[in-house]
Every structure is written in C-alpha cells, then in structure tokens.
C-alpha cells in the first residue's frame, strides 16, 4: 500500500499489472489493522463511549476513513455501501485522526432518523 | 485506465462494467447534527434500573421475550439466573443494555448482539456471540467450537479455553481468548483481532484474507498463507490497554506475543470470481 496518504484520492490506485488487467484495485484502501491511538479520540467519541457503557471505541475500533470514488468516504456495514465525506470538510494530514472523524460521521450517520435502515425496519422489522 | 490495452480477455468478459467495488450512498446527513448516540428506533433504557429473571422453569422463547419486556420498561440491567445452558439465549439484543447470565449457555448465545454488554459465569456452547455487531461479551470459564464466527465488532472475551474455528470468517472485532484455543482459529478471517494468551491449535489463520492474530503460548502450525507479522509501538500500546479492559496479562509481555497476519497470496480470489462466474455461464 501506498505511503501518500492521498494515494486514493489523486489516483485511480491500479498500482499493480494484475489490478490494471482487471481495472480494479485489490483488497482495501485502507490499512485495516490499524489500531486507534487513544489520544487522538474527539470529545464526542468519549461521549458516545459514556453512553453506551464502554471502555474503549469498541466497535468503532473498525472503521476507518476509506475512499472510494476518489473521494474521502466511510464505510456503512448496515448499509453495506459507502457514505461520501462532505466535500468541504478539511482532511488531516494523518491517517488517526482522519479515522476519528469517519468514526464521527459514521454514528451520526446511523443514528440520523434518514438512515436507509429506519425505512427498512418499518418494513421488515418482526419484533 | 486510458493505458488498457482493450483487447484484454478481461473487457470482452466485462469486467470493466461490472461494479465490484462498493455502492457509494449520497452524503443526507448534517456533520453538525445534534448529538445523539443510540439508534432511532431504539428502546431507552436506565442502567442503574435493576431486574431479574429466573430462567430455570422458562422456555427459550420466553426467557428471550422477556428480556425485551423488561427493556420496553427501561430496565438497563437484567440478571439472569439458572440459564441451565439452554441454547440461544440473549439473542438479537440491538440496545444499550448489561446482562448478566448466572451459569452456563447453550449453542448460540447471545448472537447478533448490537450493544449490550453481557457477561456469562459460566461457560458456553458453539458459536457464541455469532453474528456479534457491537458491545462486549465476557465468558468466565471455557467456550465451545466457532466462537464468535462470523463477528462484525465489538469485543467478545473468553477467560478459559476455546474449541475449534474461533472467529473463523470474522469481519471485524476483537476476540479475546485467556487459554488455549483448538485447530483452525481465524480461519478465513477478513479483519479484526484475536488474542489468545495460550496455545494455538493447528493451521493457525488459515486462508486469512487480512486481520489480525496475535499468540502468548506455542502455535501447533500455521495455515495456508498465514505468516508473522512484527508487532508496531501503537499494537502494543493499544494490546497492554485492550487486555488491561479485562483483567488479563500477556504471559510474557505484550511484546512478546507473537503476530500472525495474512499473506496476502490469496488476494487475486474475489477478483477472478466473476469471469470464472461468466465462464461457466
């Protein structure tokens, strides 16, 4: 994987002979076993921590800034699809803090009373 | 792109069309919304509000019911005594909410769990915590086969041994193990952790697409692309931290776990699943 943090942003990331073959990039754009520096965590991260009675970011351990389309984007695994990151919002220059505010948007993303899943549950929901 | 030789077999299987990476959603949320932490629909609840159940003369269905009953009241911390390992108990649970199981489980425990925080005295049968999404789950004593398979997040400890295929095809999370593990752990896994304190059984993380796993005691064998990986200043800070959560210590040292990450020889698979797909058909 590419050391420029940008890498996905300003390229197409077909780096490899195989990938330009198949037009697509191989495995994620993102290191995904990065683990979270706690000292980077954001006031509304520990708040959502108090909330939900944990020690740690718990699930959100997971979630990174990733990039899709060229743009700056989280992955929503209740929507199995990527949610953009709003264009003017300034990126760190580093990959931890970056993920703190994917980490953000993810929860205010998924507890929005728009998300898909809020249709989906008056549908579907059986209890 | 543009330096695609187009006659590659690849475009007349179209390959280039066929949309293999992720499905982008349009941005229809404010980044400045007012802060609110649990789901839309979920249910409220007070963790300092107490209640119990005594599941011994209950059926699977009821004790579950009545978990929810209690949770529609705003109960946020529910004992449960004598689970007498009856299988799926706790299933489901999409809330904040502590449980607390007085003895054993069955097959299946507390899968699909979204939130809570559970904890079990006793030990468990397979595939506890399937499906796990979020919260944690704390097994005092020892697990069966496939524990935490196919977890998604959170953190899911088992204090004693484990059987077989723990987290096998594991999409995110950390799985916790305080003794031995048997044959085939993190088998298939895509991302997420697994510590395990004691020894692992054979074929260690095999066919591991990425994640990570790291081992206190003796590995038996590694599996099919599974190697070591070196352990970063930012693993260790965060591995001395994570075990600290549950009262656990590496045997000797965070340090000197040893790491095992994919080989990533495996990688090209999905990507030549669709013309294998268009071939056949």
New interface residues.
């Given amino acids: 994987m590419s050391n420029d943090i940008d890498h996905f942003i300003n390229t197409d990331g077909l780096d490899s002979e195989r990938e330009k073959t198949i037009g697509q990039h191989i495995g994620y754009r993102y290191d995904v076993n990065l683990v979270p520096d706690y000292e980077r965590i954001t006031p509304f991260l520990k708040k959502y921590m108090e909330t939900m009675g944990w020690d740690d970011l718990n699930w959100l351990e997971d979630v990174h800034m990733g990039y899709e389309e060229s743009r700056a984007a989280v992955f929503d695994r209740n929507i199995n699809g990527w949610v953009t990151v709003p264009e003017e919002m300034k990126l760190p220059d580093n990959q931890q803090d970056r993920d703190m505010i994917a980490r953000e948007l993810l929860i205010k993303f998924q507890m929005s009373p728009n998300h898909p899943m809020v249709e989906l549950n008056k549908a579907y929901a059986k209890f | ?1 543009a ?2 030789n187009a006659e ?1 077999e ?1 475009h007349k299987l179209g ?2 069309t066929e949309q ?12 400045s ?1 007012d ?7 979920s249910i409220e609840v007070d ?1 300092d509000k107490v209640a119990e159940i005594d599941a011994g003369p209950m059926e699977i269905t009821d004790i579950n019911l009545r978990i ?1 009953e209690l949770m529609k009241e705003g109960v946020g911390t529910i004992n449960i005594k004598n689970p007498g390992a009856k299988h799926s108990l706790g299933v ?1 649970i999409l809330n ?1 909410l ?1 449980l607390n199981f007085e003895g054993s489980l069955g097959y299946f425990g507390c899968g699909l769990a979204d ?1 809570p ?1 559970i904890r079990i005295s006793g030990r468990v049968g397979w595939s506890c915590a399937e499906n796990m ?4 789950i704390v097994v005092e004593k020892n697990a069966g086969s496939t524990f935490g398979a196919a977890m ?4 899911l400890v088992c204090k004693g041994d484990v059987g077989s295929r723990t987290g096998i095809d594991q999409k ?3 799985i916790i193990v305080g003794g031995r593990a048997g044959a085939f752990n993190g088998f298939m896994m895509q ?3 697994i510590i395990i304190l004691g020894d692992a059984g054979k074929n260690l993380g095999d066919s591991m697409y ?3 796993i790291y081992v206190g005691g003796k590995i038996a064998d590694l599996g099919v692309d599974a190697v070591e990986g070196e352990i970063t200043e ?2 260790a800070k ?1 591995l001395e ?2 075990l600290s ?1 549950y009262g656990m210590e590496a045997p000797n040292g965070v340090k000197n776990l040893t790491k095992i ?1 994919a080989g ?1 020889q495996l ?2 698979y999905d ?1 030549l699943e669709p013309s294998e797909k268009k071939l056949v058909l």
Wanted: aromatic share 12%; charged share 25%; glycine share 18%.
């Fill in positions: 792109m330096e695609l590659h690849s390959m280039h293999l990476a992720g499905r982008t959603q349009q941005v229809f949320f404010s980044p919304a802060e609110n932490f649990v789901y839309h629909d963790f929810r489901g904040r502590n939130g925080n999404m979020s919260g944690t998604r997040g959170g953190d995110g999370g950390t991302r997420g952790r990425d994640g990570t930012g693993e965060w931290a994570k959560l990450v990533k990688w090209n990507n």
